[in-house]
């Protein structure tokens, strides 16, 4: 459940710096809204950050997926609205009793954008280049355990794992497994080719990429309303709102100026109803280096951390705090936000038998990012109070955070919301950027992983959490609620987020 905390007069300096400027955003809601013609059946979306390309099985950013997942490609099944699996491109399936064999039975006439058929063929050849040595594909980790793909006549599709996965269907789902058309793969970073309901246009780089309904689109028992989708880059907060008043933009599904959504929740031009994301904000540390090899030194600062009032500087008091990796909403879920309050003396106190009693020196490379910035703001402001002193790095996201922080690891702290569903498990995937290691932790998440019962694989992932909370491997925040607005006359948007995606499927002006 979205959260908002209100905060009064204590301790309000540390919120200074975020409240910059809202004066003068909340003035800009005064301009004149701009007649909208009916019916309509173009839209512009918008995004408050560029994705880096437009492929969203060769790169980590979530807002791949916000642009071309369920829009331009689609998978073997799909993750609906409210987070359960669907078929897609697999029409139905059978899993084998030991639960080591998949046989999907694909739909019939689908088609890819360049015209090429979606066979067997193609979906092994989507498979086999997620789970190839040399893929590059964010989450290929989760497709391993697929140990053989086959292709045993066009509309039959059998895999055969090494070891049971009880979420395997629901990783099919995700951005990360679209199905791509072989002729087309080299090319996808900047021209798409899908099965999707709209196909590719054009991509302005600094400014906006465009869609438009594909006209042989395979699945005629979903009508697409829409024949038009500019997706439009503006990553100022509060352009962004002057953006929705001045009718530039139709929908911002995460509008990235928290202060402003209460005066769009009031406006009846609009329609502005938060919700659920998985987007857990977390400050990771290099937990290979020092300070952060220590984990008092991690506790420590994680007890510095008033997360509450945190939400209300950086988000305007939207938001849950989390005490690990896993948000509110997900299966499984346990507050352990308890584990280490806020409790700035005992942060002292362990800090000093840490053998930092003297002070504490590191750096914080804050993606350029409106809810980054403020937290990274906010939370420098808090360590100062235990005696720390973290110096912010502006750095451009995502190009140079994605090299500097994911690939090459070298930084200290940095913050970014995690954003895929049920991402626990990569704090055992080894190398990445927290640079954690706990072969306990690899053991529960492994087996819950594996664990075909429903109620055994919830109570290892409790156990997982509780591990991550002990052993703080981030700083765990809060959840991003989803704080969507979009014009009154359309219907059809995600209230809440399972994925991170905009799936534009179903939306439609409703005169």
């Known amino acids: 459940m979205v959260t908002r905390t209100r905060f009064s007069r204590p301790r309000r300096r540390l919120l200074a710096g975020a409240a910059a400027g809202a004066a003068l955003a909340v003035a800009m809601l005064g301009l004149p809204g701009r007649a909208e013609a009916a019916p309509r059946t173009d839209l512009v979306v918008g995004m408050p950050v560029e994705p880096p390309g437009l492929d969203p099985t060769s790169a980590a950013p979530t807002v791949i997926g916000q642009v071309v997942w369920q829009n331009v490609f689609q998978g073997l099944t799909r993750v609906d609205r409210d987070g359960k699996v669907q078929p ?56 391993a355990v697929i140990a053989d793909v086959k292709a045993p006549d066009p509309q039959t599709l059998v895999l055969t794992l090494s070891k049971p996965s009880g979420n395997l269907l629901f990783w099919l789902g995700l951005p990360a497994a679209v199905m ?55 990553g100022d907060p509060q352009a962004a709102a002057a953006a929705l ?13 928290p202060e402003l959504y209460g005066a ?38 994680m007890m510095a951390v008033d997360r509450k009032l945190l939400i209300e500087g950086a988000y305007s008091g939207y938001g849950a705090p989390i005490g690990s990796h896993y948000t509110p909403n997900d299966p499984g879920y346990k507050d352990l936000t308890g584990v280490y309050p806020y409790d700035p003396a005992k942060a002292k106190a362990l800090l000093a038998e840490a053998g930092y009693a003297k002070g504490l020196t590191f ?46 690891r070298s930084f200290d702290m ?52 509780e591990i991550l909370a002990a052993d703080v491997p981030a700083l765990f925040l809060f959840v991003l609620p989803k704080l969507s607005v979009w014009r009154a006359k359309l219907t059809g948007f995600w209230k809440n987020e399972p994925v991170p995606s905009n799936d534009l499927t179903e939306v439609r002006w409703t005169e």
């Open 88 to 143: 897609q491109l697999a029409r139905s399936w059978t899993v084998s009793p030991d639960g080591l064999t998949y046989t999907f039975a694909l739909q019939q006439g689908a088609k890819f954008h360049n015209g090429e058929p979606f066979t067997a063929e193609t979906a092994k050849f989507s498979l086999d280049a997620i789970r190839a040595p040399g893929s590059v594909n964010p989450q290929k980790a989760l497709y």
């Open 180 to 234: 791509v058309e072989p002729k087309s793969r080299e090319t996808l970073k900047s021209n798409p080719v899908g099965t999707g309901p709209f196909r590719f246009v054009a991509w302005r780089k600094g400014d906006r990429v465009e869609l438009a309904r594909s006209p042989d689109y395979w699945d005629a028992a979903r009508r697409v309303h829409l024949d038009k989708v500019t997706f439009r880059f503006i």
């Open 245 to 257: 008043r001045a009718g530039d933009v139709d929908a911002y599904p995460l509008l990235p100026a």
């Open 264 to 301: 769009f929740q009031k406006d009846k031009a609009f329609k502005a109803e938060p919700g659920l994301t998985e987007m857990k904000v977390v400050a990771g540390m290099n937990n290979a280096e020092k300070p952060f090899s220590d984990k008092r030194v991690r506790q420590a600062l």
């Open 363 to 408: 750096t914080f490379k804050s993606p350029q990012m409106a809810y980054a910035t403020r937290t990274a703001e906010i939370l420098q402001a808090m360590f100062s109070e235990v005696g720390v002193t973290m110096t912010i790095v502006p750095t451009e996201f995502p190009a140079k955070w994605v090299q500097e922080v994911m690939r090459d």
């Open 414 to 465: 940095t913050v970014i919301a995690h954003a895929e569903p049920m991402d626990i498990g990569i704090y055992a995937n080894d190398p990445y950027y927290f640079g954690y290691k706990n072969p306990a932790f690899n053991d529960v998440v492994t087996r819950a992983a594996q664990a075909t019962d429903e109620a055994a694989r919830l109570k290892l992932y409790g156990e997982a959490q």
